[in-house]
Structure formats: structure tokens, C-alpha cells
């Protein structure tokens, strides 16, 4: 239909599909009920896949000129950003980043990582503190003005990404799951065979 939303129609297909998939054949008894689906999914067809990788850098693309925005208009550096939203994502999963982990986390050598942590101490976006399980080890901490500044701007792209996945099934989650899973670990295997 002309002016509907992509994502509506996609969503409507795949209901079509389930319908389809799971109507009445008509017999009574033993073994009436749904038709045999079409069997094990054979995952993307071959032309699929090119397709899903562009979507995917495309998608990567525009997080970064979103996360770009955000940081220019907040006089902050794009990768600051990050820190902060990796920083928030390692407090909400109960975990403490060393400046070690959340440099290797962004892709910088100790000397890029302790130029960031400085910057970040000098905004009030984060301070070096002791650990609370290993008091040996310091810790970057995310301070209360960063999450007021950073976590909003996470949140509302969290919240919209939740809403999408709503229209999904657990099977179709448990494939989005698994693909994102397996591009994060071909990520990280790219990066250490260089």
C-alpha cells in the first residue's frame, strides 16, 4: 500500500506467512491440524546476504553520525561518547571497566586511553576510583552528569530498538541474537588477525 510504514508491511507479511503456514488442512482427527511448515530454515538465501551486510554497515553508519550529532552538539568528542555509553552499559550489567578494558573496549592503545580518561575526569563525565570487588585495581567510574547528558540520548535509541523487536517472535529473536552474537565475534576476530 502507498504510504504505509516498510516495517508495518514487513510485519504483516510475516503474519501472512504464519497464517499461511499454520491453517487448517481440512481433516478431522489424528494428525489434522496445522500443515507441515517448510522444514528447517535453510538460513538467507544467497542474494539475501549481501543485502543484510549493506544494511548492516549502513546501520553502523548511521549509529556513528547519530552518536557524531549527539557528542558536537554537546561540545564533546565522538569518542567520549562512547566511553560514557560503554561505561553506562558496564554499570547497568554490574560490571567495573579498568581504563585497560574500556580502551581495548574502543579500539585505543594506552596512550589514547589515558588521554580519554583525562578528558573524561576533566568534563566531570568520569572519575578513577578504586574497585569495589578488587580494591587493588582502579576503575573508571561514569559520573551522575554524564548519565544525565549520555544516558537519555542511549535510551530513547534503546527504546525505539525495543519497540521493533516487540513485533518479533522468539525464534526470530533467538536469529537476530545469534547474528549479532556471531558479527561482534567476527569483529573481534578481524581485529586480532591484523
Do not use: C, K, W
Request: no cysteine; proline share 7%; charged share 30%.
Amino acid at each position: 500500500m502507498h504510504g504505509q510504514d516498510p516495517g508495518e508491511r514487513d510485519r504483516r507479511d510475516r503474519d501472512d506467512q504464519r497464517d499461511q503456514r499454520d491453517a487448517p488442512d481440512g481433516r478431522d482427527g489424528p494428525g489434522a491440524g496445522p500443515l507441515p511448515g517448510p522444514g528447517p530454515d535453510p538460513g538467507p538465501r544467497p542474494a539475501a546476504g549481501p543485502e543484510i551486510v549493506r544494511l548492516l554497515r549502513a546501520v553502523a553508519a548511521g549509529l556513528s553520525a547519530h552518536g557524531a550529532r549527539f557528542a558536537q552538539r554537546n561540545g564533546m568528542h565522538p569518542t567520549d561518547v562512547r566511553a560514557v555509553t560503554a561505561l553506562l552499559d558496564a554499570s547497568g550489567a554490574g560490571e567495573e571497566l579498568t581504563a585497560g578494558r574500556l580502551g581495548a573496549a574502543l579500539g585505543l592503545n594506552s596512550a589514547g586511553t589515558t588521554a580519554l580518561v583525562d578528558r573524561l575526569e576533566r568534563a566531570g563525565h568520569a572519575r578513577r576510583v578504586r574497585g569495589r570487588r578488587d580494591r587493588r585495581h582502579v576503575v573508571v567510574r561514569v559520573e551522575d552528569r554524564a548519565v544525565g547528558l549520555v544516558g537519555p540520548h542511549t535510551g530513547r535509541l534503546a527504546d525505539r530498538a525495543t519497540a521493533l523487536l516487540r513485533d518479533y517472535d522468539e525464534r526470530e529473536l533467538a536469529a537476530v541474537h545469534r547474528f549479532l552474537t556471531g558479527m561482534r565475534d567476527a569483529a573481534h576476530a578481524t581485529d586480532t588477525d591484523a
